[in-house]
């Protein structure tokens, strides 16, 4: 009996050291926690602090600077002669002008840019013009070249050389803008002599029907006979300082009396002292 009696006390005293040693372990774990949570609290604190007197300082600071932005503003007011409700007039004003000039700014900007839009389209039209006018000219460079082809090459009277001849005006005015000659046109009178471009001309005779006719030509100083020729067909001689190849064409023969023709010079040739009266 005895022995059953010692074994329980042995029993009950190991499973209280085991609930004291798991409370100690326990209380030095909170004891641990406890002195990292005051830690962490005490940082917080300090930073808190620290966030404190910043706030302080600025607040102190702004309150320096108001006070040296009222005084800077009393002594201007002063040096102006103004008092505090003319110079906020004043800063209204202002404000109000800079606003009135953006505005005129920006309306300034929108009339630019609608005038660029207006030149821009005008431009495009014109360089439509531009395009119209090559084309004609093209065109008409065409038709000047098929005229110039139509035109008849002819042997003059003095030598074998040929030369182009208009028989008509339309032609001579295809002749003329090709521009390598000078074209006087005229018209004579039987018995009459004319000046036409730097020679004279005089008609002696005419016959339609059969298309000949006679004049004579003053150059220099002489004088050339050309006696029946021919409609349309070139008389040459030589006239100038340095002579150069002159030529008459006479296209029309009106009755016994008259004819019309044109005579052509070299571009170098002296040109006559008036112009006008020859039709060049």
Avoid: C
Avoid at 9 to 34: D, K, M, N, Q
Avoid at 73 to 81: F, I, P, Q, V
Avoid at 209 to 221: N, W
């Amino acid at each position: 009996m005895s022995s059953d009696y010692d074994e329980a006390p042995r029993t009950y005293s190991g499973a209280l050291l085991a609930v004291i040693g798991l409370a100690l372990v326990a209380a030095i774990g909170g004891l641990v926690w406890a002195y990292t949570l005051s830690d962490r609290l005490a940082h917080q604190e300090a930073a808190l602090g620290d966030a404190d007197a910043k706030s302080v300082k600025l607040a102190a600071e702004l309150r320096e600077t108001n006070a040296r932005l009222t005084v800077a503003t009393d002594e201007l007011g002063k040096s102006l002669g103004l008092t505090q409700r003319q110079l906020d007039a004043r800063a209204r004003a202002l404000i109000a002008r800079e606003q009135d000039d953006s505005r005129r700014l920006e309306e300034a900007q929108k009339q630019t840019a609608q005038q660029v839009t207006a030149v821009s389209t005008d431009l495009t039209s014109v360089k439509s013009d531009v395009g119209g006018v090559k084309t004609d000219l093209g065109k008409t460079q065409t038709d000047l070249q098929g005229a110039i082809t139509q035109l008849t090459s002819m042997k003059g009277d003095l030598s074998d050389h040929s030369s182009l001849i208009a028989r008509n005006r339309d032609e001579l005015e295809v002749l003329k803008h090709r521009g390598d000659r000078n074209y006087y046109e005229f018209t004579l009178s039987k018995g009459q002599k004319k000046p036409v471009g730097t020679v004279s001309l005089e008609l002696k005779k005419a016959d339609a029907k059969k298309s000949r006719f006679t004049l004579v030509v003053f150059a220099d100083d002489r004088s050339y006979e050309k006696r029946d020729r021919n409609v349309d067909e070139p008389l040459q001689f030589y006239s100038g300082k340095d002579p150069a190849l002159y030529e008459i064409v006479v296209n029309t023969i009106g009755g016994k009396n008259q004819v019309s023709g044109y005579l052509s010079t070299p571009k170098t040739a002296p040109a006559p002292p008036t112009t006008a009266s020859n039709g060049q």
